[in-house]
Each structure stands twice: as structure tokens, then as C-alpha cells.
């Protein structure tokens, strides 16, 4: 398949699950990708059209130091997928500051900073594309999740407004809102089968997500397939937001 041949993507958090599975995928459609995750990650590929770079988002250099790989390596710049994330679970009354800081540290900051860096580039690709992973805890919520929740609902809120922004230049910005998806993050509270059975049966579709269901909808959003798509926050979460 060919959907991103000639593309240029860098992917966030490419050592696990969903960006892992982008990676993959990104790399399958003919894309070359740059994967970052923190220094010391597995980002082992063994696939030549993947390079990848070790470092932490929240690092003040780190967009630059992304962006300057992703040219030295490949010479131009089309797609970037903020996909990197992390939880904390505290009730607001408990939050510490140092525990707010880092959720919107890497969820929201690094985010805005890596996109930033990104923009002429993207302005010079006639394919420029921004994918960001929200979550579907941007309009929902649960308990402990306060500053998780801020954080995502902040980046559905930078995806419009870079949306807007970039729009005249032909860069599509859009967020994926994924559900309950067996990853890194989740696999502590998943590799519990009654934890799982919960959370698959909240779906309608009876199971939990898997890495490549998100992959494939940041596909879909980087690829010319969703090139008339920009500002949106498409939920990838197998219905589990239908019922109220
Ligand atoms: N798994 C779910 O159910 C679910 C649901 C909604 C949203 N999400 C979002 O999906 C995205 C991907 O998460 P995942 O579920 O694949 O989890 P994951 O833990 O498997 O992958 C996240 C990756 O991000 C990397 N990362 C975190 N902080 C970093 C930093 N400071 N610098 C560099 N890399 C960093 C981690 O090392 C890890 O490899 C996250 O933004 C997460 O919030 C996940």
C-alpha cells in the first residue's frame, strides 16, 4: 500500500502501543519515519524506512533537536503525529503541583511546542499534516483524572486553533480521541481480566481497542484520504462514548 509514499512523518511516543502501531503502519503505507520516544525506549524496527531519535519531549531543545533530525535525515517535513503521552491519577483535592506540571508537561506543552517548530515546514510540504492523540477523556471524565482530562481537552482546543492558524497554508490539524486501548498506559490495569471485561463491555463493539484501530484512523488523517478534514476530534473508541 502507498497511501503515504514520499511522505516525511515524525511520531511521538513511537516506542509503545499507538504510536508503535503508527510507526508500523505509517512506514508499511511508504512513508519514512522518524520515531521519538525517551532516551533509552525500544525503538527497535529493523525496517530502513524508520530512523529514530531518543529524547525527552519536555526537554526545552527537543523540538528543535526533532525537527533538525527529521531534515537531516530525510530533507523535508510532511507529517507530524503528537502522539506521546502520559496519565497520573490523583483526586484534585490530592493533585501535587509536580504532578499537574508533568501531565500537561508532555500532553499539552510538548505538543504545542513540537507542532510550533514544525509549522514552516509543514507550510513548505503541499502535504503538511498535524495529528494529535487527545483522548476520548477530553469530553468525558473519571475519577483521579482531572489534570489527564485538562490536558486532552487542552489539546482538542490547540488542534482547532492550529487548524485555523495553518489552514491557508493547506496544513490539515486534527486530533484522534482514542477509548479504552490495549497499550502501555492501560496494560497494568487491562492485563486484568475483570478490569478488561468492564471496559470492553463499555464498547459497543464488545472489546477493547487495539493500537493499530488509533493508527489506522491517524492514517486516514495524514494521508490524502483525509485531505478536506482539518479541526475535527474523531473519537476511535468502538462506541464506548454513545451511551449517557
Ligand atoms: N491507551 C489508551 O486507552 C488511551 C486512551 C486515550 C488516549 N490515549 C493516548 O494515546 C497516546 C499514546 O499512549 P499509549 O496508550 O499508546 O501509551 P504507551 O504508554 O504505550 O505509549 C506512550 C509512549 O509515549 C512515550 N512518552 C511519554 N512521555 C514521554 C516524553 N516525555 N518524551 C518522550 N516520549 C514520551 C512513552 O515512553 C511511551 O512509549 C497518549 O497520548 C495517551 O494519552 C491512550
Known amino acids: 500500500m502507498t497511501r503515504l509514499a514520499g511522505r516525511i ?36 524496527f529493523g525496517d530502513g524506512a524508520v530512523e529514530t531519535l531518543g529524547v525527552d519531549l519536555t526537554d526545552t531543545s527537543a523540538p528543535a533537536t526533532i525537527i533538525a533530525t527529521a531534515l537531516e535525515r530525510f530533507g523535508k517535513l510532511d507529517i507530524v ?24 508537561a508532555v500532553n499539552l506543552r510538548a505538543v504545542f511546542r513540537l507542532s510550533r517548530e514544525a509549522i514552516p515546514h509543514l507550510i513548505a510540504s503541499s502535504h503538511g499534516r498535524i495529528i494529535n492523540t ?13 489534570a489527564y482530562c485538562a490536558s486532552k481537552a487542552g489539546v482538542v482546543g490547540l488542534t482547532r486553533s492550529l487548524a485555523l492558524e495553518l489552514g491557508k497554508h493547506g ?15 492501560t496494560k497494568a490495569n487491562f492485563a486484568n481480566p475483570a478490569i478488561a471485561e468492564v471496559w470492553a463491555k463499555k464498547s459497543v463493539l464488545r472489546r477493547l481497542g487495539q493500537p493499530v484501530d488509533v493508527a489506522r484512523v491517524a492514517l486516514f488523517l495524514a494521508s490524502d484520504d483525509g485531505g478536506f478534514v482539518t479541526g475535527q476530534a474523531i473519537a476511535a473508541d468502538g462506541g464506548l462514548t454513545l451511551r449517557i
Open 134 to 146: 487527545a483522548s476520548v477523556m477530553a469530553q468525558g471524565t473519571d475519577w483521579g483524572l482531572a
Open 171 to 185: 496544513v490539515t490539524v486534527n486530533a484522534v480521541m482514542p477509548g479504552a486501548i490495549f497499550t502501555g498506559m
Open 81 to 104: 503525529f503528537n502522539n506521546a503521552g502520559i496519565g497520573v491519577n490523583a483526586l484534585a483535592a490530592d493533585m501535587t503541583d509536580e504532578a499537574w506540571d508533568r501531565v500537561q
Open 9 to 44: 512523518a515524525i511520531i511521538t511516543g513511537g516506542a509503545s502501543g499507538i504510536g508503535r502501531a503508527a510507526v508500523t503502519l505509517f512506514a508499511s503505507e511508504g512513508a519514512k519515519v522518524l520515531a521519538v520516544d525517551r532516551p533509552g525506549a525500544d525503538l527497535a
